[in-house]
């Protein structure tokens, strides 16, 4: 089975301004940037990004986006594209479950963010996950492949690839899937992926995502499918954003 680098990303989410995320940002280079095994990835929103990316230069952690558009230029008022970030970010969230439930984003849509982000050399980190409801039908598992296979649609580049499980019960509440949960979860997400793409199901890299603090992300990370954390709150302070990335370079 091939190994497969852990990967702790922060989605600070519309938190944050230009100079407190400057600060938040060189926080967690210092306190971070010599831990090694990890690829650490920080996604502060739009207008902090080419701060953000200056401040990180030639440091080791990454810079990703929270969005991006599937369109290449024109008339898409607040939208920014791939080109605008290609020379700022390495990665780019998309389908993150605030997107598609407050902004009405369809896995069609996904899926074009996806190939466009990839097409630019950018690395989508693509998101999925299942709310209470489902979970209470006991439906988790079929919604999910459903979602990431039409989020997937188009998608080629299975080197440029991380999935993100991230359940929307657990996204801000406190209330973490347990590791069983996610390990789940994430193995039907691999299973997805080896029935579209046999040879990329041992490499794609899957994440856990909601709730993660550092009270949990040692046994979130130690589940065999897991292979590291899209976080949130925890990612906005530097200390404790920099224990997860600690705990991912030790597993
Ligand atoms: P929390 O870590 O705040 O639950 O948010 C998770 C998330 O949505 C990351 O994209």
């Known amino acids: ?8 990303a922060g989605n600070w989410k519309m938190n944050t301004d ?3 995320g400057l600060k938040l940002a060189k926080g967690i280079a210092e306190l971070s940037g010599a831990v090694g095994g990890v690829d650490k990835i920080v996604c502060p929103p739009f207008v902090s990004i080419a701060s953000v990316a200056q401040a990180l230069a030639g440091s080791s952690i990454q810079v990703g986006a929270q969005n991006v ?8 008022t607040g939208e920014v594209s ?5 020379s700022l970010v390495s990665h780019a969230i998309v389908g993150h479950s605030e997107r598609r439930v407050l902004y009405g984003e369809t896995s069609v ?27 209470k039908l006991g439906n988790a598992e079929s919604f999910v492949a459903a979602q990431l296979e039409a989020s997937l649609s188009g998608v080629t580049d299975w080197d440029s690839l991380i999935v993100a499980y991230e359940p929307v019960w657990a996204i801000g509440t406190g209330e973490a899937a347990t590791s069983d949960q996610a390990q789940e979860m994430t193995t039907v997400c691999r299973q997805v992926i080896r029935s579209l793409a046999p040879n990329a199901a041992d490499s794609v890299r899957v994440l856990y995502g909601g709730s993660v603090n550092s009270g949990n992300v040692v046994e979130l990370l130690a589940q065999p499918d897991i292979d590291g954390a899209l976080v949130g ?3 906005l302070k530097a ?3 920099s ?9």
């Open 1 to 8: 089975m091939a190994t497969r680098t852990p990967v702790i």
């Open 18 to 20: 230009v100079e407190s």
């Open 69 to 76: 558009s599937a369109n290449t230029d024109g008339a898409f």
């Open 82 to 86: 791939t080109s605008m970030l290609q």
């Open 109 to 135: 849509q996904v899926a074009e963010k996806a190939v466009a982000a990839a097409n630019a050399g950018i690395t989508p980190v693509l998101c999925i996950g299942e709310d209470l409801s489902v979970r």
């Open 233 to 235: 709150g925890a990612s």
């Open 239 to 241: 200390e404790e954003f």
């Open 243 to 251: 224990k997860l990335i600690a705990a991912a370079g030790a597993s």
